[in-house]
């Protein structure tokens, strides 16, 4: 019998993250969009695929897309870094910046990833808590910042899984406390109504450790393609590139991105869509008996009352409707969170939603 190779010994015990994928009707758990990309888009990918030359490698610098990126956000392409989703933009940060010795700061409850990442990158991970209502606490964050002298900083903006966006304020008043990196990570940003890209193009103090993270997978409708990238200063993109696999991104996804920044209207729309929906639901939990917390997201954060979270749950899936139980999260008891679907999704969630709540317990 083999002799059992043991993993590290910080590693002991850690498992993945995965969400639950279960084959129901309305799939609400994700907060993928539940809108398609345009057909446009999809026929002009259908044409750049017979352009490509799959016997050789891909652009390694990612040129076409970087450079596309870059018009759209009015920055330099030197300050801009893709890899296969934000995932892989974190976890190519925290291997230039984190490691043994290094300390990565968060604020619970947040996404999970940045803890889990961290770790895998052999990152001691210091949080501290936010307030009641999920804001930050800035007393909270500048004891933080000042005993742990973190080399990144993440903020979650709007948050996952509570859904509030920072303001320009609060976003400042990290950069100006912070003596790392600070890692805004704007996967829905496109659905809040600021961004931390503002003070990227604005520049000015603590602007040169300021890094903004985002994702195609959600108002970009993209997330089958895994793709990601990241607005920083060109020291921060070297270091990403230094440690980033060699050929990481793929011809394919490339050219999808880069084709999807042609049609910058039909995403806005999209967001439109969905913040209106958003807007609708949220009127609709504030009649039934649930707690909520103000969203600028593409999901909903909300805690039963009166039933408990993984009861209705289960209701809810019984009606092939899935959303996502977060009541075993970090300060997050018997909360669950609901993406924002197409009107006739949410009709549904909703009216199960109804019918759970008003069960007998």
Same mark, same amino acid.
């Given at each position: 019998m083999g002799r059992v190779v043991p993993v590290r010994d910080d590693l002991v015990g850690l498992k993945g993250y995965h969400s639950p994928q279960v084959d129901v009707e309305v799939r609400l758990n994700t907060n993928e969009s539940p809108l398609p990309p345009p057909e446009e888009w999809l026929t002009?990918?259908?044409d750049e695929l017979r352009h490509i030359d799959f016997n050789r490698y891909p652009d390694r610098r990612v040129s076409g897309l970087r450079d596309a990126l870059a018009r759209f956000h009015d920055v330099e392409p030197t300050h801009v870094f893709c890899a296969n989703g934000s995932n892989e933009v974190l976890q190519c940060l925290l291997l230039a910046y984190g490691g043994a010795g290094r300390t990565a700061a968060l604020f619970e409850p947040t996404y999970a990833l940045h803890r889990h990442i961290a770790s895998v990158t052999a990152t001691t991970v210091v949080s501290g808590w936010r307030r009641p209502d999920f804001r930050l606490d800035l007393d909270v964050v500048d004891e933080l910042l000042e005993t742990a002298q973190?080399?990144?900083?993440?903020?979650c903006s709007?948050?996952?899984?509570?859904?509030r966006a920072e303001s320009s304020d609060v976003v400042e008043h990290v950069l100006e406390r912070a003596p790392g990196l600070v890692v805004v990570d704007e996967a829905y940003g496109q659905f809040a109504p600021?961004?931390?890209?503002? #003070?990227? @193009?604005?520049? $000015?103090? *603590?602007?040169?450790?300021?890094?903004?993270?985002?994702?195609? =997978?959600?108002?970009?409708?993209m997330a089958a393609c895994r793709l990601?990238?990241?607005?920083?200063?060109?020291?921060?993109?070297?270091?990403?590139?230094?440690?980033?696999?060699?050929?990481?991104l793929d011809a394919v996804t490339q050219a999808a991105g880069r084709l999807a920044l042609r049609h910058v209207g039909a995403m806005e729309t999209r967001v439109a869509t969905l913040n209106e929906e958003r807007g609708r639901i949220t009127a609709v939990l504030a009649e039934l008996a649930v707690e909520t917390?103000?969203?600028?997201?593409?999901?909903? #954060?909300? @805690?039963?009352? $009166?039933? *408990?979270?993984?009861?209705?749950?289960?209701?809810?899936?019984? =009606?092939?409707?899935?959303?996502?139980?977060?009541?075993?999260?970090?300060?997050?008891?018997?909360?669950?969170?609901?993406?924002?679907?197409?009107?006739p999704?949410?009709?549904?969630?909703?009216?199960?939603?109804?019918?759970?709540?008003?069960?007998?317990?």
């Open positions: 002009e990918l259908s973190p080399i990144i900083t993440f903020l709007p948050n996952n899984p509570t859904g600021c961004s931390a890209l503002d #003070l990227v @193009r604005r520049g $000015g103090a *603590g602007s040169d450790r300021l890094v903004v993270v985002r994702t195609f =997978s959600k108002t970009w409708s990601g990238y990241l607005v920083a200063p060109p020291d921060v993109v070297d270091a990403c590139e230094a440690v980033a696999l060699p050929y990481h917390w103000p969203s600028d997201a593409n999901f909903v #954060l909300f @805690r039963p009352l $009166g039933r *408990g979270a993984t009861e209705v749950w289960n209701d809810l899936l019984a =009606s092939s409707v899935l959303v996502r139980d977060c009541s075993t999260w970090p300060g997050l008891d018997g909360c669950l969170r609901v993406t924002v679907g197409t009107a999704e949410n009709d549904r969630f909703l009216a199960a939603l109804r019918s759970s709540l008003e069960e007998k317990p």
